[in-house]
Structures are given as structure tokens and as C-alpha cells.
């Protein structure tokens, strides 16, 4: 069965002071994983997809990184606007396209 | 639209209602989703729509659960005979092709019942 698992579970961190968000996964043949961003109330908003071992995806202070078991997404010099649920998730080589989610690392940034 | 759109909002139901859940998705989009999403979890699948075919609908909880997209757009989520496990937040996507890409997020229907 295909599985994310996520952590930590929250991170507080203060503004300017970077981290790491993890992300392990079993899956049957991957076909991509995906981050999202998700803020109270609203539905996750799409930020990165990587789809082999190696690659690195970046978007401001966001970096998205995949191995064979692992995905870290770094977030250099946070700004309390980063504040939100960052969720991962897998989708499978094989049958259709369903996304399986991990349960999200809620981050606070405080200024 | 710009983007996904789900109505309503917010969905309050009393015990054995049945709710219906609209989701319109960007235009031209062939692949249609349907994700439950409890406080504190993370999205889980419910069913997918290639155009208004329904390939996959393993993730649907129980035969109370129905979903349709009859003109391969707008798709409609049926709940029959509500109960409180049912409260959660039901979210629709989509992605433009049949293929494996991004998947774009509606607002989500928060549905409560009492």
C-alpha cells in the first residue's frame, strides 16, 4: 500500500531562521510526488513536482529535493507569509492518477 | 474561471439528509477529482473522472457515496443519508490532461453534520 509519512508534525521557527520539512514515502513505482501549500480554509495549492531521484526544484525561498525513499522541502530566510500546512504526496506508475497524501507539517513564522 | 470553483462554501445537514456538492473546474480540464479531508489529515482520494467517464472510484466510503460528471465538466458529489462521520471537508480537482501532472485545488465544501 502506498504511504507518506511526514515530519514534523508542526515547526515553529523564527523569521530568517531556515529548516527543513520531511517527507518518506512507499510507493509501487513512482510517478511524481508533489508539494503543496495549504492555508486555513482554503484547498492545497500546487507548488512543485519531482519526478526522479536527484532533482531539485526551487521557487523563492522554497527548494523541493527527491531520493529514493525521501523528499526534504528547505525553506531558506522564512517570512511569517510562509505560515501553512505544507503537504506531500505520491502518485503511483500504476493504475490511474489518485494522489496519496502524508497528514502535512503545519508551520508557524514568527517575526 | 481562473480556477476550480465549489459550492457551497459551507454545508450544515442533519443526520440521514442527503447534500449534494457541485464542483466546476477549470475549463478544458479532462481529469476530474474528488478528495475527503478531515481536520488535521491530509486529502484522501474518492474518485476520479477522465471527461465523464468514472475510472476509479475506490476511495468512496460507502454505497452512500455517488458521484457523477455527466457532460465530462461540472461534476456533482451525492451524499445520501448523511451521518456525523460524513463531516469533513470534500475538495474537488482537476488537471488539464490523462496524464500524470499537476492537480489544481478547489476551495473545498465544508460539510458538518449535526
Known amino acids: 500500500e502506498d504511504q507518506v509519512t511526514q515530519s514534523p508534525e508542526a515547526l515553529r521557527l523564527q523569521e530568517g531562521e531556515s529548516s527543513s520539512l520531511n517527507c518518506s514515502y512507499t510507493?509501487?513505482?513512482?510517478?511524481?510526488l508533489f508539494w503543496y501549500r495549504q492555508d486555513p480554509g482554503k484547498g492545497p495549492e500546487f507548488l512543485f513536482t519531482?519526478?526522479?531521484a536527484g532533482e531539485e526544484k526551487e521557487k523563492e525561498r522554497l527548494k523541493a529535493t527527491l531520493t529514493k525513499k525521501e523528499s526534504f522541502l528547505h525553506i531558506t530566510a522564512p517570512k511569517p507569509e510562509d505560515s501553512a500546512t505544507y503537504l506531500c504526496?505520491?502518485?503511483?506508475?500504476?493504475?490511474?492518477?489518485?494522489?496519496?497524501f502524508g497528514t502535512g507539517t503545519r508551520l508557524l513564522v514568527s517575526p | 474561471g481562473a480556477g476550480v470553483s465549489q459550492s457551497p462554501r459551507y454545508k450544515v445537514a442533519k443526520r440521514g439528509q442527503d447534500v449534494a456538492l457541485r464542483c466546476d473546474p477549470i475549463?478544458?480540464?479532462?481529469?476530474l477529482f474528488w478528495y475527503q479531508q478531515a481536520l488535521g489529515q491530509g486529502p484522501e482520494f474518492l474518485t476520479y473522472?477522465?471527461?465523464?467517464?468514472?475510472?476509479?472510484k475506490s476511495g468512496l466510503p460507502s454505497d452512500r457515496f455517488f458521484a457523477e460528471r455527466p457532460e465530462g465538466s461540472v461534476s456533482t458529489l451525492k451524499i445520501q443519508r448523511t451521518q456525523q462521520e460524513d463531516s469533513a471537508v470534500y475538495l474537488c480537482?482537476?488537471?488539464?490532461?490523462?496524464?500524470?501532472?499537476?492537480?489544481?485545488f478547489g476551495p473545498g465544501t465544508r460539510l458538518t453534520v449535526l
Open positions: 480537482a482537476s488537471s488539464l490532461v490523462a496524464g500524470y501532472n499537476e492537480q489544481f
Open positions: 510507493v509501487s513505482g513512482l510517478r511524481g
Open positions: 475549463s478544458g480540464h479532462v481529469s
Open positions: 519531482l519526478y526522479s
Open positions: 473522472f477522465q471527461n465523464e467517464a468514472q475510472l476509479d
Open positions: 504526496a505520491v502518485q503511483a506508475s500504476t493504475g490511474f492518477q489518485k494522489l496519496v
